[in-house]
């Protein structure tokens, strides 16, 4: 199964809350977990990303959390703020050195009220 | 110019032009990619190149043809294109397939079918 499963499909916080976004995958292979961050009119931009053997990396407002057991894994903003008002991807890494591709969920669009 | 363009940002065509989208990045990458975003679909990869050498095709019909000059240009040629085709057309670059993991994506060329 490369298929990786995203929810919500859309979300709205009030600015200065959490936002938590969750992905669950299939594929024990995955290695390497990445979000992207995607404004309109711009392609995706890496965000955070995470390997199997942590359990939390977090770099300012942004945390992922990551639970090898459950194939699950997620994204935390803190104190969201209407900047942070895009579409998230998450995605999920395998294969060998030449065939290594990300398998992509569907996207969250989340709208930080001001 | 930085990162990763794309020209078009928009085209419209009908089912029975023949038109090239193009891709550069100046990030010194050797992997080069094509990706087609949905709506609220998973980004579905259909070309990948590492090193001016398909490595990947994901069962992308042929109306759309891929071309890769130089690790730096990336052209999608299409014709004869049907409605359901239209989409946003990403490309991504990462330092190559081996580290296919980080990969940096430009703006997409919005593109509609009529």
Redesign the interface.
């Known amino acids: 199964q490369q298929q ?1 499963k995203q929810s919500p ?1 859309s979300l709205i916080v009030q600015k200065g809350g959490i936002s938590i976004i969750n992905c669950a995958y299939e594929n024990t292979a995955f290695d ?1 977990f ?1 979000w ?1 961050q995607q404004f309109p ?6 965000l955070i ?1 995470i390997r199997p053997d942590v359990s939390e990396k977090k770099e300012g407002r942004f945390t992922i959390s990551f639970n090898k057991s459950a194939k699950q894994f997620s994204l935390h903003i803190m104190d969201s703020q209407p900047g942070d008002s895009a579409t998230y ?1 998450c995605a999920a ?1 395998s294969g060998p ?11 969250t669009q989340l709208t930080v009220l001001p | 110019e930085t990162g ?1 363009t ?1 020209t078009p940002r928009h085209l419209v065509m009908g089912m029975t032009n023949k038109k090239s989208l193009k891709c550069e990045q100046h990030l010194g990458h050797n992997a080069m990619y094509w990706y087609k975003q949905s709506a ?4 579905e ?1 259909m070309f ?1 190149y ?1 090193f001016k050498e398909q ?2 095709n994901n069962s992308v019909p042929s109306r759309f043809s891929p071309e890769c000059p130089n690790s730096s240009h990336l052209f999608l040629h299409l014709h004869t294109l049907q409605p359901e085709d239209s989409a946003l057309y ?3 670059s990462s330092q190559d ?2 580290q ?9 060329t919005r593109l509609t079918v009529t």
């Open positions: 990786v499909q390497y990445p992207y009119g711009k392609g995706p931009a890496l990303a991807f890494s050195g030449s065939a290594r591709q990300l398998t992509f969920g569907s996207g | 990763v794309q609220k679909k998973p980004l990869l990948v590492n490595t990947e990403l490309c991504a397939r081996r296919g993991r980080e990969q940096y994506f430009g703006p997409g």
